[in-house]
């Protein structure tokens, strides 16, 4: 079912951002900027003020204008590797209902196809239900089959779509629902 390899065990776990695991996040980050895409390009510049960004934005006092608070994780391997990372928003706003929703996340490159998305997400939606939410909403855009597959696993209901306002692309919309089975709607 995984074609680059088996898929991972329970080792994995979520880990807010810190210094201790500076280099192994910007050996993430480079990864991601060998690839093609800038994704981490702020902390590949300076990680100590990309960290701190990253808690300005965990708390409504010190959240930028216009973004919502939200807690980053890494998701790291029982050897301290850093194998995804994922921002949990802590509520929606309307353009983040249009894309964004409340969990965003992304898989390193070279484990990407694992088993790693899976379990990324899942362990968030643990993290959503400690913050009481009792559904949440998860997009990708339309191309991304592997995404679509991954947020589905994980009890996605899809919905209608939308189209980004910065690329124009379809935006698959699903939402989970994180209520215990038979809960009252």
Same mark, same amino acid.
């Given at each position: ?79 301290g590797r850093i194998l995804g990372g994922v921002r949990l928003r802590h509520r929606l706003v309307p353009h983040l209902e249009k894309e964004g929703g409340h969990i ?9 196809? &694992? ?7 899942a362990l968030t939606l643990d993290k959503a239900r400690a913050l009481g939410l009792e559904r949440v909403l998860v997009t990708c855009d339309h191309d991304n089959v ?32 994180? &209520? ?6």
């Open positions: 079912m995984y074609a680059n390899g088996p898929r991972y065990d329970g080792s994995m776990q979520l880990e807010p951002p810190s210094p201790r695991r500076r280099d192994a996040f910007l050996e993430v980050a480079r990864e991601w900027r060998d690839g093609g895409t800038d994704r981490y390009a702020a902390a590949l510049d300076d990680f100590g003020a990309w960290l701190a960004k990253v808690e300005r934005g965990s708390r409504q006092a010190t959240c930028p204008p216009g973004l919502v608070p939200g807690d980053h994780y890494w998701l790291v391997d029982g050897t965003g996340y992304d898989v390193r490159p070279s484990e990407r196809l &694992r088993g790693v998305g899976s379990r990324l997400l592997g995404s679509a597959k991954i947020i589905e696993r994980n009890g996605g209901v899809e919905t209608t779509p939308s189209i980004s306002d910065r690329s124009g692309k379809v935006v698959r919309r699903f939402w989970i629902d994180l &209520r215990e089975p038979g809960a009252a709607s």
